[in-house]
């Protein structure tokens, strides 16, 4: 019933920045934590960062410094600010939600990924 649906990525050179967002929709009573996922090819998912509702943030070793995760609760908004970007972070991002809706029924949804690629 929630779909989660994320937008932003593309071709970047090695330095660049992209903001992804990722935005839920469906009727939604709360948001617990949002996050960011991706994976290169022949490669696992990995977990990039994380963010709470209540704001508390942690990040993937790899990106720390460089990604920044934010939300806006209003919209039902996860944002993932990408600076500094290497080629080893070109991978397809997914973003992922749980919480509830208004029937205090819980969900835990995935996007459909979207494509970053950073290359000269």
């Known amino acids: 019933q929630v779909q989660l649906v994320e937008s932003g990525g593309g071709l970047v050179q090695p330095g660049g920045s992209l903001r992804l967002s990722c935005a839920a929709s469906?009727?939604?009573?709360?948001?617990?934590?949002m996050d960011w996922y991706r994976q290169a090819p022949r490669k696992e998912r990995e977990l990039v960062a994380i963010?709470?509702?209540?704001?508390?943030?942690n990040y993937a070793d790899s990106v720390q410094g460089r990604f920044t995760i934010s939300r806006d609760n209003a919209k039902n908004t996860v944002y993932l600010q990408m600076n500094s970007l290497k080629p080893e972070d070109t991978a397809v991002y997914y973003c992922?939600?749980?919480?509830?809706?208004?029937?205090?029924?819980?969900?835990?949804?995935w996007g459909q990924g979207t494509q970053v690629t950073v290359s000269s």
């Open positions: 992922h939600a749980d919480g509830s809706d208004w029937g205090l029924k819980s969900f835990d949804s």
């Open positions: 469906g009727i939604i009573y709360s948001i617990n934590t």
């Open positions: 963010i709470t509702s209540g704001g508390i943030t």
